[in-house]
């Protein structure tokens, strides 16, 4: 009989707890809170904000997010890796997804900015769109590991350059859903 292995605290790849659950929830709260006010009276549901999330880390974050956000919104996701062609090289901004960012507010959700290749590619890509304006949230940045020069206007929480793992971060496609963030083992 299997047993409730949710905080997985027995297993030998995760290490210290970086941020607990409660502490991601806080500031999801403020995060959502802050993006409703910046965009009252912007985002309306003839013109609703188009939030973008990368598959598949945002999941979790962008869900909860979205809970705390009141303004009239469009939730899209964008596969990264899809949007390889077959040399290695990336490919234009999906059809679809043109057409709903064009002379809209876009919000871009990211779960970690790290060298910042993610989200320098994709802020090229969503101007093929011609939007409004595009607007950047991250739950976690390591500044000192950028590489690209980005701008993002909404950080959760600036942490060390260590890999980490949970709350939708994963390590070899598992721990996407420990309800907290904790630090790989070595
Ligand atoms: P960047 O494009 O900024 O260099 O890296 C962003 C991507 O790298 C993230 O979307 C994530 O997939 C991956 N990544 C960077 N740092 C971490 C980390 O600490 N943990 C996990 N699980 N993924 C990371």
């Given at each position: ?5 949710l ?8 290490g ?10 806080q ?6 809170k802050?993006i ?11 013109k ?10 945002v ?7 979205m809970?705390e956000?009141?303004v009239?919104?469009?939730i899209?996701?964008?596969d990264?890796?899809?949007?390889k ?13 043109e057409?709903?960012i064009?002379n ?7 779960d970690?900015?790290?060298a910042?290749l993610?989200l ?18 991250t739950?976690l940045?390591?500044?000192?590991n ?5 701008t ?7 942490i ?6 949970g ?20």
């Amino acid at each position: 009989m299997a047993t409730n292995q949710l905080t997985h605290k027995s297993d030998a790849v995760i290490g210290e707890t970086l941020l607990t659950e409660s502490e991601i929830q806080q500031r999801v709260k403020e995060l959502g809170k802050q993006i409703t006010q910046d965009f009252e009276g912007i985002a309306t549901t003839d013109k609703p904000l188009i939030v973008l999330g990368v598959l598949k880390g945002v999941l979790f974050f962008l869900a909860d997010l979205m809970r705390e956000v009141d303004v009239p919104n469009e939730i899209h996701f964008i596969d990264i890796s899809a949007a390889k062609n077959s040399s290695g090289h990336y490919q234009e901004l999906p059809k679809d997804l043109e057409q709903a960012i064009n002379n809209r507010h876009v919000l871009f959700v990211e779960d970690i900015v790290d060298a910042g290749l993610t989200l320098s590619y994709v802020s090229r890509i969503l101007y093929q769109g011609n939007p409004e304006s595009v607007s950047v949230c991250t739950l976690l940045s390591k500044e000192a590991n950028r590489i690209m020069d980005v701008t993002i206007h909404y950080t959760g929480f600036e942490i060390e350059p260590l890999y980490v793992i949970g709350y939708g971060l994963d390590f070899n496609e598992q721990y996407r859903n420990l309800p907290y963030i904790g630090v790989l083992k070595k």
